[in-house]
């Protein structure tokens, strides 16, 4: 037995991820054709947002299953690159946390409930499956939004404690209605931004804490705490063991050690799994208002990030942009591949690229030379 204080497992801050995906709805009290037919027309009506669908086949009865390509010879996995799409194909069970794997990049899932369940439900009032959505009234938790067939049947007496008073009623086939309605969820669902100010390095090359250098009148790591309370409401410090200072702002010491900036942005996300993070490094002493506000301003909550292009070479600056809570998933994957290097996490996922109209915003101080010209430069900009 374990002594009553023992704890065997770590306490995490676990996403809000229903079966598939962090936006899901389960569509119940419709053929199957007609849930298939309905998602088409939503998804077909939204091409802003990545939308995915989930469905199964049944045989007819008597029917034999094949499976498909080289599956039906013993291969576990096939993969085929289609044109226009890719194809992939694999045997086993996906049980809830394969699922979020596979649609982590998705803004919303829909699912036929004839099939599977789904965080939120959308009932079909359809004659023909009244008695099939009886049997299923134990999921049908979360209901927001009924829909009716073309007969205009009002709701069955059964579903009186599970649907909740004014909640809208449309016409299955009123497809513009539908998709306003998953547009308005979706907009209401993006993931609240927090600030993340990256205060953790260890400034080898110039010598001294970046984190602790005046370029505003004070440290640089409070000055920008303050500039993203002003544009986020919450901020959080990252730093190493140690390296804590008396400040208002909440302070997270890495948990992920050893790997520079892309341990503090895990270490974060272990904290807040369902925030974006604006992230700003130290070491950018011409990052201003105006940079992030740029930044929030062109954000693509349906990407993996929004970050600035360097002017350098055209790749992602990692450290002046805002990572979306997807990119946690992302970020564990590339690490267990062996990759921690927040670019090229970057370089390989969606990310809304964006120029940046003043390319001094993206300016790194790292050596005392670079101190000495950004000093100069920011004496010459202020006469």
């Given amino acids: 037995m374990h002594s009553g204080g023992h704890k065997k497992h770590t306490a995490l801050e676990r996403p809000s991820y229903g079966h598939f995906s962090r936006n899901e709805w389960a569509f119940l009290g419709a053929p199957c054709g007609a849930i298939k037919e309905l998602a088409g027309r939503i998804i077909a009506t939204l091409p802003q947002y990545r939308l995915g669908y989930v469905d199964a086949q049944h045989p007819k009865d008597g029917e034999e299953i094949v499976l498909p ?13 289609q044109v226009g799409y890719h ?11 394969k699922q979020r794997m596979q649609f982590n990049a998705c803004d919303a899932v829909l699912v036929n409930g004839n099939h599977f369940e789904a965080a939120a439900q959308i009932i079909i009032l359809d004659e023909s499956k009244k008695e099939s959505l009886r049997k299923r009234l134990s999921q049908l938790h979360s209901v927001q939004l009924v829909l009716h067939t073309t007969d205009a049947i009002e709701p069955y007496d059964f579903l009186s404690d599970v649907i909740p008073p004014e909640l809208p009623i449309y016409s299955i086939d009123n497809t ?21 100010v990256l205060a953790g390095g260890q400034s080898l090359r110039l010598g001294r804490d970046k984190g602790l250098i005046d370029w505003h009148g004070r440290d640089q790591r409070s000055y920008l705490a303050d500039l993203l309370q002003e544009l986020t409401g919450k901020v959080h410090i990252s730093c190493r063991a140690g390296q804590e200072i008396e400040s208002p702002h909440h302070q997270i010491v890495d948990s992920f050690t050893g790997l520079g900036p892309y341990g503090a942005l895990l270490s974060a996300f272990r904290e807040a799994p369902d925030a974006a993070l604006l992230v700003v490094a130290c070491d950018m002493p011409f990052l201003d208002r105006g940079a992030l506000e740029y930044l929030l301003r062109h954000r693509n909550p349906s990407a993996d990030a929004t970050a600035f292009k360097s002017p350098r070479d055209g790749s992602p600056e990692p450290l002046a942009a805002i990572w979306e809570p997807r990119s946690y998933h992302l970020l564990l994957n590339f690490l267990a591949q062996g990759v921690s290097c927040p670019r090229k996490a970057l370089l390989n996922s969606t990310v809304e690229l964006l120029v940046a109209p003043q390319p001094e915003w993206l300016m790194n101080v790292n050596t005392p030379e670079d101190e000495t010209a950004a000093r100069s430069r920011m004496a010459q900009s202020e006469k």
């Fill in 69 to 81: 390509g080289r599956l039906q010879q013993g291969a576990a996995v096939e993969y085929s690159q």
């Fill in 87 to 97: 194809q992939l194909q694999f045997k086993g069970e996906l049980n809830d946390y």
């Fill in 176 to 196: 513009e209605s539908i998709a306003g309605f998953f547009a308005e969820r979706l907009k209401n669902n993006v993931p609240v931004v927090q600030g993340l």
